[in-house]
């Protein structure tokens, strides 16, 4: 009966009579009832006016940028891991306020795009770059549903990073390791876990998302077992970093006073698993104190501080040192295995950057 009508009507396209009323029938065969027929006609049309509105509402309201943004989360957001999904939900926040439910998703171009990143982090190139990723993933996921032909996210040229050099010297990281033994006086300290997330993270070179969910199912005599996060869904690399005296001092020292057996190797002071922001803040209040005891010893013994010591480095600087170390030490092979790369191009964006080649200089000829 929703078919097309085999002889004219009076009736508009795709209203029809039933039961003594008239109904709209849409493009899925949905029946919609709009009056009684003992209305008339005019009524008839006004209903039909009015139904129409509403459906283009609707329609409007489904393709608007939170709306994306909402289906977005929905579908994908899963993907990512933890730590991620966090920093996405935020990110889409801003986006969200920006692009609000005045923005048709076709209706975004890609100059849109560019004044949304120049406008919020026109001086954080990083961040610019990470929202503009973002904006590009909600985009293809709209291509992919039909709302729009083209990703203008993707005809915006990123902002130009500086590669990060910092390396953090022996003398630095001995200093931060000496400020968390110190601050282990304090009541209810976690110290022994922060000192043993900083020992592991240069001794496995692993991330600290990775550290922070390492468990002690994880931990055998022949080594740690670490399965990556970053890279689950693209390399899926496991790696068992070997069992050396150095690594079992640190998992020992982990271990002290702790029931083992399950839960987590890095653990507050009641035995929970530490939060990135609780880790980060921890090893952020350890080079802040190390900077401090620096500065009273350089007054001290009455020399100038070196103004770039224990400055601006950073958690993941230990992967870097780590990776740098295991180069220099035993190879590019090895520090690439340890690191969990494909390539040893991935690798060398670790490492390049902070070695420092040394070479012979040109000896003088003296004329005789």
Known sequence: ?????????????????????????????????????????????????????????SARALNTMPALIDDWMQKELPRYAPRTKQNYVLMLKLIRSEF??????????PVD??????????????????????????????????????????????????????YITDEELKAI?????AGASRKASSARSVLCLIDLAYQTAQRISDLLALNWQDVSDDGIFFHPSKTVNSTSVKLLIEMTADLQSTIDNARCGKVVGIGPVICT??????????????????????????????????????PMFLVGIHFHDLRAKA????????????????????????????????EVERVRPVPLRHAS
């Open 323 to 354: 990776l740098t170390d295991q180069k220099r030490l035993y190879g590019a092979d090895a520090a690439q295995s340890l690191a969990g790369h494909m390539t040893a191009q991935m690798t060398a964006h670790y490492t390049k950057a902070r």
């Open 177 to 181: 390791r000496a400020a968390v033994v």
């Open 100 to 109: 609000d439910s005045e923005w048709l998703i076709d209706d975004v171009r």
């Open 269 to 306: 002071n009641k035995g929970g698993r530490f939060t990135y922001i609780g880790a980060y803040s921890a090893w952020k209040r350890a080079r802040q104190r190390a900077r401090k005891t620096y500065e009273r010893d350089c007054d001290r013994r009455g020399v100038p501080p070196d």
């Open 1 to 57: 009966m929703s078919g097309r009508r085999k002889i004219s009507s009076y009736l508009p396209a795709r209203v029809y009579e039933k039961h003594g009323s008239w109904w709209f029938v849409d493009r899925e065969h949905k029946w919609h009832k709009l009056c009684r027929q003992d209305e008339g006609v005019a009524r008839l049309y006004e209903c039909l006016a009015a139904f129409t509105r509403a459906a283009d509402t």
């Open 113 to 166: 795009v560019a004044r949304f990143l120049d406008k919020h982090f026109y001086d954080k190139p990083n961040t610019s770059n990470k929202y503009k990723a973002l904006l590009s993933s909600l985009f293809t996921h709209a291509v992919r549903k039909g709302l729009r032909d083209r990703n203008p996210s993707r005809e915006i040229r990123g902002a130009p990073e500086s590669k990060r050099d910092r």
